[in-house]
């Protein structure tokens, strides 16, 4: 049974492939728009720190409770009193929300991977007016990219249900291809960097209103796009039932940020250096731009073809995780019970087939968006989504050093780790107030999480005739 385990190479592909997605594609654009040089350097800064906190909890609850493998979730429902209703509630919306999170950030990979498809076939930026469909306007650009999106989305669908090994393999190779890929680009725009580009370092950016924004405001603005490129760092934990050993687990959470960060801000600030700002902020896919300014064409048709194949792996990875988490959530009587169905080699079938019918939903919105738009909005959701479970982890752990749980005889380790746990926390508080400052995104990000109320008498039922059986 174990060769059919996740080994460290796998898990830590895992970690690097789903944080290194579409968020390096498309962000030196995104965080252009809301913030100076100084302001994004700021935020990336602030940013890994506070995700190596979170790295840190993830992996540190990983070794002192193996036994909740499988989510975040699961921290979230031990956070409370065992076997009460506030318990298994706590641990079904943040299963929910953490469910949602993950197939809506789904599309924002999947149409970064139709984005950098486009430098090959350009029909598919094509603003053509097929039809009206009520006050849609349906391009044929966007209909081809819906169709681009689909056929990714459900071509994947289909060799994952043939095993999460092979597909993990698959994306194990994805990612050592995307990170050499990333390094012959630092190379090549090392020698075409312009530190001109970068002044001012720190400047007032328009705000919507006509006013100005600071750098504080700034670098609120630019946490949550920030955070979006390290979501995925607890994807080793998700999938910790299945991994060799659960050392691996942490050693893979942390080894995945480090080469994370570096690829982030290594390629943010090159590509800051490499287009004006002016030209970055309307740019569809910067990367591919800055190649294509340094080399010409031709480096126009490398980037693209290292984006796809990143975006290949990454997809890949975050189906898969989308999958596991409600899949392992309902193992557990924490979500709707028919999840917990597998085929006959071990993959989530149900799981996987209602998170990609979720998905193909969430993909109507690239007919009459551009690509850019798209993921915008859909990122701000999911990662306000993802921060929830982020908190519960961070309270959870917090928790165990006040009870002295696993911690018997280890006081210096004891004070780290409520020290790490705390500033985590307050991490996840901070970046959920910048991002609530937008009223309607908020709002439509609590729908979704509350949305999951209507099923949760199922799990109540569930759960209940589990205990029952256990006391018979």
């Given amino acids: 049974m174990n060769e059919h385990k996740l080994g460290l190479p796998v898990l830590t592909a895992l970690v690097i492939g789903n944080m290194v997605g579409s968020g390096i594609f498309m962000l030196p654009r995104s965080l252009a728009e809301v913030a100076s040089?100084?302001?994004?350097?700021?935020?990336?800064?602030?940013?890994?720190?506070?995700?190596?906190l979170t790295a840190l909890v993830f992996g540190n609850l990983a070794l002192r409770k193996p036994s909740l493998n499988g989510g975040p979730q699961n921290y979230a429902m031990a956070l409370f009193k065992e076997d009460t209703e506030t318990s298994l509630v706590a641990g079904y919306i943040v299963g929910?929300?953490?469910?949602?999170?993950?197939?809506?950030?789904?599309?924002?990979?999947?149409?970064t991977f139709a984005s950098y498809l486009s430098t090959f076939f350009p029909v598919m930026t094509s603003k053509q007016l097929l039809f009206k469909a009520g006050s849609t306007d349906v391009t044929l650009g966007g209909g081809i990219t819906f169709l681009v999106c689909s056929a990714l989305l459900w071509g994947l669908h289909f060799m994952i249900l043939k095993g999460i090994e092979g597909a993990g393999k698959a994306n194990l190779v994805a990612t050592v291809a995307k990170v050499a890929g990333f390094l012959f680009?630092?190379?090549?725009?090392?020698?075409?960097?312009?530190?001109?580009y970068l002044s001012p370092l720190i400047e007032l950016k328009p705000s919507s209103s006509g006013g100005t924004i600071g750098f504080m405001g700034q670098l609120n603005a630019a946490a949550i796009s920030t955070l979006w490129a390290f979501v995925g760092v607890e994807s080793a934990v998700v999938f910790s039932s299945r991994a060799k050993r659960q050392n691996d687990v942490k050693m893979a959470t942390i080894f995945g940020l480090l080469i994370a960060l570096l690829i982030y801000i290594g390629i943010t600030v090159l590509v800051m250096g490499t287009l004006p700002q002016k030209e970055l902020i309307h740019s569809q896919k910067p990367l591919v731009d800055a190649l294509e300014s340094v080399i010409g064409p031709s480096g126009s048709s490398i980037m693209a073809i290292l984006g796809l194949i990143s975006l290949f792996g990454a997809t890949i990875g975050w189906i898969l995780l989308a999958a596991e988490v409600p899949y392992q959530a309902a193992n557990k009587s924490m979500f709707i019970p028919a999840f917990a169905k597998e085929n006959r080699f071990g993959a989530p079938s149900?799981?996987?087939?209602?998170?990609?019918?979720?998905?193909?939903?969430?993909i109507f919105s690239v007919v009459s968006q551009s690509m850019a738009d798209a993921f915008d909005f859909v990122i701000f959701v999911a990662t306000l989504a993802f921060l929830v479970p982020y908190l519960m982890a961070s309270l959870y752990q917090v928790k165990l050093v006040f009870s002295g749980e696993t911690y018997e005889g280890a006081s210096r380790s004891r004070l780290g780790d409520g020290l790490i746990a705390v500033l985590a926390a307050l991490y996840s508080l901070w970046v959920i107030k910048a991002g609530t400052e937008d009223l309607k995104t908020f709002l439509f990000g609590m729908a979704l999480l509350v949305s999951g109320i209507v099923f949760y008498p199922l799990v109540r039922k569930h759960a209940r005739n589990k205990e029952k059986g256990q006391h018979e």
Avoid: K
């Fill in 350 to 362: 149900f799981s996987l087939i209602v998170t990609n019918i979720m998905t193909q939903l969430f």
């Fill in 185 to 196: 680009f630092i190379l090549i725009c090392l020698f075409a960097f312009q530190s001109s």
């Fill in 96 to 111: 929910w929300g953490y469910w949602v999170a993950n197939f809506a950030g789904n599309v924002a990979i999947i149409t």
């Fill in 37 to 52: 040089p100084g302001g994004v350097l700021g935020a990336w800064l602030v940013t890994g720190l506070g995700v190596l």
